[in-house]
């Protein structure tokens, strides 16, 4: 796991000079980019891609994908808006939803484990599923009439940094001891690396998968609480193509669709990464259209480098 660990790291290091020097570049062909106002809106827009980054790379390190992580901030999303437009305590409403988010994650679980259905098909189906949901709560209509203190949180800052942000920086450091420094992390690697090797080993491969699934749902969760912060409405197309953002900022991070490699400060990277690239395509006037296209080839390219890679081993 030592060998995997470090091309992870040698990975971030190359994609974090990518990002430094996408950073000098349109700090010299805009003069909007380095302005604080900016940089705070880099942040807030990062916070989102980067949690679900993270969440996503939990669950490539197993060999697996969760294609529902946009669902989950969709339908949390609506449910939160729907029930304190109405009148509900805004905390017993964040636990409500972040325990409906573990459920959905247990749900994924229990579908790769149980039935045995591929990660793929099983995340896809969810993601089906908390689409049609969010649009039947929502009436397929944006909703209106939350206090203005969740608006408020978002666009506030702590020593000088958004508040979303530190969400984002406490999420890296939990996940990455958990992931580092715990025997269940320990076994989410090994699960990637080799499943009947981990069985054999001892590993719980049902209680672990369960975790890694549960886990990075959750993290969609307070994704889309923090979503519905920024958004100040329930909208119910919101989360559409997070999926590939999430892919993408795991797998630029050093994440292998192989398994058993990445971190979540590589995913941090990753995101970062991928909204400098959507902050600088609003700055340059750069179609919205190219900008799509710009990070499906870079997740093609990625992720056949990283295939290139495992042949030679």
Do not use: H
Request: hydrophobic content about 55%; charged content about 10%; some cysteine.
């Amino acid at each position: 796991m030592e060998s995997r660990i470090k091309f992870s790291l040698n990975t971030q290091i190359v994609v974090l000079i990518v990002a430094i020097a996408m950073w000098i570049f349109l700090g010299i062909v805009s003069p909007y980019f380095f302005t604080t106002g900016n940089i705070q809106s880099v942040m807030r827009q990062m916070t989102i891609q980067g949690i679900l980054g993270i969440a996503e790379v939990m669950v490539i390190i197993t060999a697996g994908i969760d294609l529902s992580v946009g669902g989950v901030v969709a339908f949390v999303n609506i449910v939160m808006s729907k029930m304190v437009s109405a009148g509900s305590n805004i905390a017993s409403t964040i636990l409500l939803v972040m325990m409906l988010s573990a459920l959905i994650g247990l749900a994924n679980g229990m579908m790769v484990y149980n039935l045995r259905i591929p990660p793929f098909i099983a995340t896809l189906g969810m993601m089906s599923v908390l689409r049609g949901a969010t649009l039947l709560i929502s009436n397929g209509s944006n909703i209106f009439g939350l206090p203005r203190s969740i608006a408020d949180f978002s666009s506030t800052n702590t020593f000088g940094i958004p508040n979303l942000f530190w969400f984002l920086i406490l999420s890296v450091v939990i996940i990455e001891i958990v992931l580092r420094y715990t025997s269940f992390g320990r076994y989410v690697y090994a699960l990637g690396s080799n499943i009947e090797a981990a069985r054999l080993s001892g590993v719980n491969i049902r209680n672990v998968t369960y975790g890694v699934y549960i886990l990075a749902s959750t993290l969609c969760g307070l994704a889309g609480v923090l979503e519905t912060s920024r958004l100040w409405m329930g909208v119910p197309t919101t989360g559409t193509g997070y999926e590939l953002d999430a892919i993408a900022a795991a797998v630029l991070g050093g994440a292998s669709l192989m398994g058993a490699e990445g971190t979540p400060l590589g995913a941090f990277i990753g995101a970062l990464v991928m909204t400098t690239i959507y902050n600088g395509s609003v700055l340059l006037n750069v179609n919205p259209f190219w900008t799509r296209i710009i990070v499906g080839v870079i997740l093609v390219v990625t992720v056949a480098i990283d295939q290139l890679r495992k042949g030679r081993r």
